[in-house]
Every structure is written in structure tokens, then in C-alpha cells.
């Protein structure tokens, strides 16, 4: 039947790309037919083809990740990478490219690049745009759009990207005739690039809330549906009907443009950082939806949406089936784990180790001062300074990136534990200045930045744990947390897990942020390192966290954009974490028991980001559910 999909569910993408057959995906697929056509005039290119036969091949937010990673998507140390530990980088995506345009032949592949290339190592903070397009380039991406971070540095960090690149890039809905450096380069909405002799429109799109999230001046966004009904229309009248929407706003809004734009074929998304999966996951990332995810529309066409995760960890790959009239009748695939079974293609790995050599000499560069010592010797047994300095730089970050409806931030909170911290910092024999060196020794694990959502009760708890092995006056465990956005009083004479006598903690939808009794029953924003996040130092309490977020920065960049926005940074003790009982303080409060305030934060359901992934399958409109004989039909329908 013409414009109906019949969808393979057999997976036939070749095994080294670890990619395996779920039986999920064979339900899925019975539930992806999509009947009608949509009826307007065929295109001869279309005819004459007798349809496309197309790979594709999609990432998004790579945020800067050039080398290989550790697990969670901060650098890979020595060992990790002899263990076969690492994942992703420029190189095993290269190797994927490569592979696929050798096996299906380059004019049948079709490579993608979803937005966010800036950001999250110290390769963007020392490079900027110069790294991103030329990676971007040696890609040979056949179109781009741009991700809200790609705005972080205003219009004069974009312009030199935009002006390096030599691959199509495309934007639908940013409206950039006010600002003229950016206006005079024409960003088009659209590209249309030719694959085995057809025609296929590709339509970019941010998210409306880069206006907020970062500094795009006199840039403004509007609607992406609306922007792209009218770029898809004005496609569908030049007679291009296979059009794919390319952008960067997130899971969410992504299966809203393939329920509501009529002429769209595909949504390849970015933004949330989604991974999406068929079947058994790969490693240890937990699918928020099927791959593709089916969407239904009023006509009952059904539109497939993909997006491949974050970091270069995953590359998606679809094998796509259009028939004559431009309508998608089969498709297979899912995103292809990028770990040590994947090469690192040569070429590539050459490029990265020019840059990375470059990266050795430029961290010696001053990137900030400071006029007293950075102490991190004592931050496994007490408030130290530089403790509170990294602590302080998680919050920013995120301030910085993530501005919500109501308050100054989501997350007013950080706990640092003090094992991060390797190094102080004593910059008085060179004239009080910083270096990148100097803050990649203090934190050398990079790990990446995890925004958690906790109830009050578990924040309580991981104060509790902070001390739960404390012994007074000695270095301990790295357990110990330095904080930002609380105060804590302990009593070490106390049995462990009855040693936190009071504990405030700062508001965050307020206009002038200040402090209150912890509410054990209210939700908490709270940054902390993916090491915690993943329960270490003995934090499991952590672990179990649904609205967790993965961050775009690394600890070590998150503390090097503090040192650089300042300039100059004097961090003092203040009192954040005090004892009695232990010697070290006679002006703690006396209380004895957990306080209850009835002017504390009173939500018990964690605040929602609009580009914050769900942590369990998301059901959309068009997978409603179905009587079991018809799906059981369905299902033997298309394996006989």
C-alpha cells in the first residue's frame, strides 16, 4: 500500500556496531505503520530514482569532547584507557563515518550533526569556535544546526564559526536581522542536498529558550512548528518531498514538531541529551524512550524521532527505505555504542594529538589571580577555602547555563567531596596568578557536572555520611563534603548517622537568596560531580535519583570559567560547616534535633527543565494502546 511503512524488526546493522535484536523493537515497529500518502505531486527525481535507498548517520552535543572519555564522559586517564575503559571521541566517530560511506557509498549517507559543539573541556575554554569548525569540517557533516551553547560567547564567538565552516548550516527559526554581524553571513533555513539522485529537504531549529539560556543578544527565536510548516511548504513547492527536521530543543519538543508538521519525514533532535534504545541497552545509560520513538499525527501518518545521547558516546544509524512517492516504507537500526571495539581512526587521532600538543602549552596561560592561598590540604577534614571556591563554581555553572521561569537558579546547592580536590593552589611566588595547570592539578579527574533533585531527607542523609567516619583533627576519607547553598553544624561525639544537628539550606525561587531549616520533605536542586552522582565515597543515597541531568561541563572547566569571569578570587572560610564538641568552634548553635520550618521550601516534586530528559520511557500521544489481537496480527503480518 502506497504510504504505508512496513518497518523491519530485525535489526541489520552489522554486529561490531553493537547493536542488538529486541523484541521490544519488533512490538514498536508493529505499531509504526503509518498509512497515507500525502498526496500532492510526485517529483520526477523521485520517479525516476524509483525511490531511496538511505543511510543516516546523527550525533549531537558533543560539547567538546575531542579525546576519548572515561564513563562518564570526563577525561580518560592512563589506566582507563589500557582497561578499554574509554569511549567516544573525534576518532571512533570518524571511524563509524568512514565505514558506513565505504560500505553504502557516500552519495547513500547522509551525516548529520544536531548542535552544541561548544563547551565542556578545557579544548573550548583554550580554543573556542577554531576547534569546533575544524572538526565540523573534517567531518564532512552534510548539514548542522546550531545548539544554545554555540551562542555562550555572543555574536562574536559565533561569527568566526559560522565563517569557518564549510558544511551547510541551518536554522529555521532565529530571526538574526537585528544583529548585523550575523545577519550579513544568511543562515538559511533549510539545505536541500541531492542522495542517489533524490532530492531531501533538511530543516534546522533551536530551542526558543537560548534567549535565556545563553547570550544571543539581539538574536530572537520563534516557534520551531510554525517556523517549520512554512520551510517544509516552501520545500514541498520547489518539489522536494523527503524532508527531515534537524535541530537542537530537546526530546520533547522534538515529538511535538513530528505529531504537528504535516510535510515532516524524520526528526533528528538534540538539546536533552537523550538516549533512546530498543531492547537491552548496551552499557550502563538508561533508555527515556524506544529508537526511533513513533509519533502519530492527525492523519495518522506516523513520524520516527532520534536522537543519540551526548558526548560522542553514541552515533546513531538508521538504514532508511523511501518509495517512489517519497514516503518512508522501511526502516532499520539504533545508536552504536563508540567504545573500545571501535577503532579510533588514524587521521583523525593525528588531528586531535596536533591539538591536544597545542592544549599542553597554552594551560601555562594565566587564566585569573588570586591574593590569598587556595588551601585544599585540609578539605577532607574541614571548611577550607578552595573547598568552597569549587563548590561556589558548581553553582555558577549551572546559574550560568540554566536560568528557570522563577528564582535565580534550579540548583542553590553543591556538594564537592573533598577527595576532588588534589592540589592547593599558591600562586604569592608568581604574582598571585592562576594557570589552567594550576586548576586541572587541584582537579585532575575531570569529572563531569550532574544536576540532582533531592528531597530534603537525602540531602540530609548525605550531610550525615559526610561525617559518618569523621575523626577530629586528621585528614580522612574523601568522603567529607565541602558545600555552597548550606550550612551545617555537626556533633562528632554523636553515634555516626546522628551527628547533623542543624542544617540550612539557601532558597532558590527567591529574588535575594537566603537561608532556612532544611525541609526533609522538599526537593532540593543540587549540583555534584558524576563520581558522587554514581554513589562514590559511599554516597548511594544519591544513585537513586529520577530526575537526575547530566551537565555539559566538566568539574575542572566549571572551576577555570569561575577563576576567568572573576578575574580575581579571595575565598574565605565562612563558617558553611561547623563542629562543637570538637574543638574547633564555640559559636555553632546548640540545637539538638532536626529543625522543622514551615517556611521552607514546601514542593515535593522535583523542579522539571525543559531540556531535562525523563527518567523513564516517555509515553507520547501515538502510543496509545491497542487491543492485543490487533497488535498480534500486526506482528505476524509483518514477519510472514
Not at 78 to 105: F, H, I, P, S
Not at 346 to 359: G, I, R, S, Y
Not at 403 to 422: E, F, H, K, Q, Y
Not at 507 to 535: H, K, M, N, Q, W
Request: charged fraction near 20%.
Amino acid at each position: 500500500m502506497v504510504g504505508k511503512i512496513k518497518t523491519r524488526c530485525l535489526q541489520t546493522v552489522n554486529k561490531k556496531d553493537n547493536i542488538k535484536t529486541p523484541l521490544v523493537l519488533l512490538l514498536a515497529c508493529a505499531l509504526g505503520a503509518a498509512p497515507a500518502a500525502r498526496g500532492s505531486p510526485v517529483p520526477a527525481h523521485l520517479v525516476e530514482a524509483g525511490g531511496l535507498s538511505l543511510t543516516l548517520l546523527h550525533v549531537n552535543d558533543m560539547h567538546a569532547r575531542y579525546e576519548q572519555t572515561n564513563a562518564l564522559s570526563g577525561s580518560c586517564s592512563d589506566n582507563d584507557a589500557k582497561a578499554g575503559r574509554c569511549y567516544g571521541g573525534q576518532a571512533r566517530v570518524a571511524t563509524v563515518a568512514k565505514k558506513t560511506r565505504a560500505e553504502d557509498g557516500k552519495d547513500n549517507v547522509l551525516f548529520l550533526n544536531a548542535g552544541d559543539m561548544y563547551q565542556g573541556t578545557v579544548y573550548y575554554s583554550v580554543f573556542k569556535s577554531t576547534i569546533s569548525a575544524e572538526f565540523i569540517n573534517l567531518m564532512e557533516y552534510d548539514a548542522i544546526t546550531l545548539g544554545n551553547h554555540e551562542f555562550d560567547d555572543k555574536s562574536v564567538g559565533l561569527v568566526p564559526y559560522v565563517k569557518a565552516l564549510k558544511v551547510p548550516l541551518v536554522v529555521a527559526n532565529a530571526d538574526f536581522s537585528k544583529q548585523t554581524n550575523l545577519a550579513e553571513l544568511n543562515i538559511p533555513r533549510s539545505v536541500v542536498v541531492t542522495k542517489g539522485g533524490v532530492q531531501i529537504g533538511i530543516i534546522g531549529y533551536i530551542t526558543p529558550e537560548t534567549t535565556f539560556l545563553s547570550s544571543p543578544e539581539s538574536v530572537t527565536f520563534s516557534d520551531e512548528v510554525e517556523a517549520i510548516k512554512k520551510e517544509a511548504a516552501a520545500l514541498k513547492a520547489q518539489g522536494v518531498h523527503i524532508i527531515i527536521g534537524l535541530g537542537h530543543s530537546g526530546y520533547e519538543e522534538d515529538k511535538v514538531i513530528a505529531k504537528e508538521v504535516p510535510d515532516i519525514d524524520l526528526v533528528v533532535g538534540g538539546h536533552s541529551h537523550s538516549f533512546l534504545y530498543s531492547g537491552t541497552p548496551p552499557d550502563s545509560d538508561v533508555p527515556v524512550g524506544l529508537y526511533p520513538t513513533w509519533v502519530e499525527q492527525t492523519s495518522g501518518r506516523r513520524v520516527p524521532v532520534v536522537q543519540a545521547y551526548a558526548f560522542t558516546k553514541y552515533i546513531g544509524k538508521l538504514k532508511l527505505q523511501f518509495n517512489a512517492e517519497g514516503e518512508l516504507t522501511d526502516l532499520s537500526g539504533g545508536p552504536i555504542l563508540l567504545n573500545k571495539d571501535i577503532e579510533e581512526d588514524p587521521d583523525t587521532l593525528a588531528e586531535v594529538q596536533k591539538w591536544k600538543d597545542q592544549l599542553d602549552q597554552k594551560v601555562l596561560q594565566p587564566i585569573g589571580r588570586t591574593t590569598v592561598l587556595l588551601d585544599g590540604s585540609t578539605c577532607r577534614r574541614q571548611e577550607c577555602n578552595l573547598g568552597n571556591l569549587v563548590a561556589d563554581a558548581f553553582v555558577y555553572s549551572r546559574a550560568k547555563n540554566k536560568r528557570p521561569a522563577t528564582g535565580w537558579t534550579d540548583a542553590p546547592v553543591a556538594l564537592v567531596n573533598g577527595g576532588s580536590i588534589r592540589e592547593s593552589i599558591d600562586a604569592s611566588s608568581v604574582g598571585g596568578e592562576i594557570t589552567l595547570k594550576d586548576v586541572m592539578e587541584t582537579m585532575p579527574f575531570d569529572n563531569l557536572e550532574v544536576l540532582l533533585r533531592l528531597r530534603g531527607s537525602v540531602l540530609w542523609e548525605a550531610l550525615e555520611h559526610s561525617v559518618s567516619e569523621y575523626i577530629p583533627g586528621n585528614a580522612w576519607k574523601g568522603a567529607f563534603l565541602q558545600l555552597s547553598g548550606v550550612r551545617v553544624t555537626y556533633d562528632i561525639s554523636k553515634p555516626a548517622g546522628q551527628r547533623v544537628v542543624r542544617a540550612d539550606v539557601r532558597c532558590a525561587e527567591c529574588t535575594i537568596p537566603t537561608y532556612s531549616p532544611l525541609d526533609r520533605d522538599a526537593i532540593y536542586g543540587v549540583v555534584v560531580s558524576g563520581f558522587l552522582a554514581g554513589g562514590g565515597d559511599g554516597f548511594t543515597m544519591l544513585t537513586n535519583n529520577e530526575g537526575a541531568e547530566t551537565l555539559e561541563n566538566t568539574d575542572a572547566v566549571a572551576v577555570e570559567e569561575y577563576i576567568t569571569k572573576r578575574g580575581l578570587v579571595y575565598p574565605g572560610v565562612e563558617n558553611r560547616i561547623v563542629f562543637v564538641d570538637a574543638g574547633t568552634s564555640t559559636s555553632a548553635p546548640t540545637s539538638t534535633s532536626a529543625p522543622t520550618s514551615t517556611s521552607a521550601p514546601t514542593s515535593t516534586a522535583a523542579p522539571t527543565s525543559p531540556s531535562t530528559p525523563s527518567s523513564t520511557p516517555a509515553a507520547s500521544s501515538s502510543e496509545s494502546a491497542r487491543p492485543v489481537a490487533l497488535l498480534l496480527a500486526t506482528v505476524l503480518l509483518l514477519l510472514f
